[in-house]
C-alpha cells in the first residue's frame, strides 16, 4: 500500500475561514432576498395604485355621482309621496268611522224623537 499524502498543516483554519464566510454569505443572501421581496411587494402596490388612480378619473366619476344623486332625490320623493298617501288613506278611514258612528246615533236620535210623547214644554221662571 502506498502512503497517502498528509494534509496540508493549515487545513483546519482553511476550513473555519470558509465556514465562517459562508455564513455571512447567507446572511447577506438572506437580506438581499428579504430586500428584494419587500421592494417588489411595495412596487406592486404602488403600481396598483396608479392604475386605481388612473382608471377612476374624476371627471368620470362626477355624471354618475349627478345620476345616483337624481335617482336617491327621486326615490325620497316616491318614499314621502307613499307616506302621504298612507297618512291620508287612514285620515279616510277615521272619517269614514266617524260618519258611520253619527248615523247610527242619529238613527237613535230619529227612534228616540218618534217614540216620544209629545208634551209640551213648559217655561221656567227666574224669581
Not at 500500500?1 to 455564513?23: F, G, I
Not at 354618475?64 to 288613506?89: C, K
Amino acid at each position: 500500500m502506498a502512503a497517502k499524502p498528509s494534509p496540508p498543516p493549515d487545513t483546519n483554519s482553511r476550513l473555519a475561514a470558509a465556514r465562517q464566510t459562508r455564513e455571512q454569505a447567507r446572511a447577506v443572501h438572506t437580506n438581499t432576498t428579504l430586500s428584494f421581496a419587500r421592494t417588489t411587494r411595495d412596487w406592486n402596490i404602488s403600481r396598483e395604485r396608479f392604475e386605481s388612480l388612473r382608471q377612476n378619473d374624476p371627471g368620470a366619476e362626477l355624471p354618475a355621482a349627478d345620476a345616483l344623486l337624481r335617482r336617491l332625490t327621486v326615490a325620497q320623493a316616491f318614499a314621502a309621496l307613499w307616506s302621504i298617501r298612507e297618512s291620508v288613506v287612514n285620515q279616510k278611514r277615521t272619517v269614514e268611522g266617524l260618519r258611520a258612528t253619527l248615523a247610527a246615533r242619529n238613527d237613535d236620535v230619529t227612534k228616540l224623537t218618534r217614540n216620544r210623547v209629545r208634551q209640551p214644554i213648559r217655561k221656567q221662571r227666574n224669581d
